[in-house]
């Protein structure tokens, strides 16, 4: 066999087993989805430190697949009766229960940046992830499948969550609000598609096209364009963009409610990746424009507007 006959081989079994490797990557999650959720088995509630309006409560949940779920809760403390009087024979107030996927780095701390619940339950979960989130540069790449692990786990911890929160006396099944904030975007969008118990999907400061998102996010750290293109391109692929997009799982929200509320200002998400999710949704649908920057922690003002704007759209009809 000749040396260019050889080398020919080489470079086709190359590019068959690059190609197999992507579309195993890229497999239907779906089938994953539904295997990690399993059946709730385990609930552990740990009461936290509240206040005179509010209780916190800490739930850890374990499915018989063996993924866990944990959870912060807050809930409005109901008005105490008179003394001398019965309890209400109707048990506790059924209230709208808001589930939030936030930041990568917040997770369930995302309940606690809300003082005031207006009357309804809020709930924050982690991602189901034990390593540490901000490892970055090199110290990525052996990390690499357990984050993937983890971001395809996401959805189904969703599924787990709502298991939950429909066994209690004090939510309303009619009002589960799944609400996806920038990183939590994706997952809420695919876990709201794919759950008919939820019955309003909203994005905060989300947009679609996770590649675009990855490399307008590398600007800074990847200046070099063409650097900066294979970069977003392999992370987006070891992260399963291409099957987590939140465009390709929008269209089945409908006919629930899909709602998204956008920065004027983002300077994290590009207009076309934000425009690119809101055309992807079907009817009805409703895209919410608010002045300021990207949503952070530490930017209490825009958190507290976004928090206003969906208690009071949620208060309003479908």
Do not use: C
């Not at 499915?63 to 019965?86: C, F, K, N, Q, V």
């Not at 995302?110 to 989130?133: K, S």
């Amino acid at each position: 066999m000749s040396r260019g006959r050889r080398w020919l081989i080489v470079i086709i079994g190359v590019a068959v087993v690059k190609g197999a490797a992507v579309v195993w990557l890229l497999r239907d999650p779906v089938p994953h989805f539904r295997a990690r959720h399993g059946t709730l088995v385990e609930t552990r509630v740990e009461p936290l430190t509240g206040s005179a309006s509010f209780a916190n409560e800490r739930v850890v949940l374990r499915s018989s697949s063996g993924l866990r779920g944990e959870l912060l809760l807050r809930r409005p403390i109901d008005p105490a009766a008179p003394a001398g009087t019965l309890p209400a024979p109707q048990g506790p107030i059924r209230r709208p229960v808001f589930l939030i996927l936030g930041g990568y780095e917040t997770g369930e701390r995302a309940a606690t940046l809300i003082d005031d619940t207006e009357g309804n339950i809020v709930v924050a979960m982690a991602y189901p992830y034990d390593g540490d989130v901000r490892v970055k540069g090199l110290a990525v790449v052996p990390a690499v499948p357990r984050i993937r692990q983890a971001l395809l786990d996401t959805p189904a911890a969703v599924f787990l969550a709502i298991d939950y929160l429909l066994t209690r006396p004090d939510v309303d099944p009619a009002r589960v609000e799944l609400v996806g904030a920038s990183f939590g975007t994706p997952f809420a969008t695919v876990a709201g598609a794919l759950d008919p118990r939820v019955t309003r999907v909203w994005s905060v400061h989300g947009a679609g096209e996770p590649y675009t998102l990855m490399s307008h996010n590398l600007r800074k750290s990847v200046p070099w364009r063409p650097a900066r293109a294979l970069v977003a391109g392999l992370a987006n692929i070891l992260a399963a963009g291409p099957r987590l997009a939140p465009e390709r799982w929008a269209p089945l929200v409908a006919p629930r409610d899909f709602i998204m509320i956008n920065a004027t200002e983002d300077e994290r998400l590009p207009r076309e990746a934000i425009m690119t999710l809101f055309d992807s949704a079907r009817d009805p649908k409703e895209l919410i424009w608010l002045p300021g920057l990207h949503v952070q922690s530490n930017r209490t003002e825009i958190l507290q507007g976004l928090v206003r704007t969906v208690l009071q759209r949620a208060a309003r009809p479908s």
